[in-house]
């Protein structure tokens, strides 16, 4: 049915909204969460892209060492289940894998049409 209508299934519409409010976050639009104190800016390194299925469902640690876009930030490192889950764990590795110019995306619409054309097309999306 969703294919029918054209529409994005429910975890592609989740993963959308968490990067829209990553974006806000790193751009300053949200003044309650200070960026320098929860993320850490990498350096930039070269781009490494595993392959793989597309429907496969998979822990790959390749993926969580991908850096697209200068704007990256370190993944953080967890040791419960319930933290590996969080909102900034899990969205910090999708945003990594963003291109150049979707993370410098000059507004807030632009940059939700950008992932709204490519968030059913990263890597690592399941």
């Known amino acids: 049915m969703l ?5 994005p299934t429910l975890q592609e519409r989740r993963r959308h909204q968490r990067l829209t409010f990553l974006y806000k ?4 639009h949200v003044p309650a969460i200070n960026v320098d104190h929860y993320l850490h800016r ?20 390749v993926l969580k060492s991908v850096n697209n876009n200068s704007k990256c930030y370190k993944p953080l490192h967890t040791n ?5 889950h969080s909102f900034l764990s899990r969205t910090i590795l999708d945003w990594n894998l963003l291109s150049e110019s979707t993370v410098n ?3 807030i619409e632009c940059f939700k049409a950008a992932i709204s054309a490519k ?7 399941y």
């Open 3 to 7: 294919d029918d209508l054209n529409l």
């Open 42 to 61: 990498l350096r930039p390194k070269r781009t490494i892209r595993a392959k793989k299925f597309e429907d496969y469902v998979h822990d790959n640690i």
């Open 25 to 28: 976050v790193v751009e300053g």
């Open 80 to 84: 419960s289940d319930k933290f590996k």
């Open 105 to 107: 995306s000059t507004s």
């Open 119 to 125: 968030v059913g097309h990263l890597p690592g999306s």
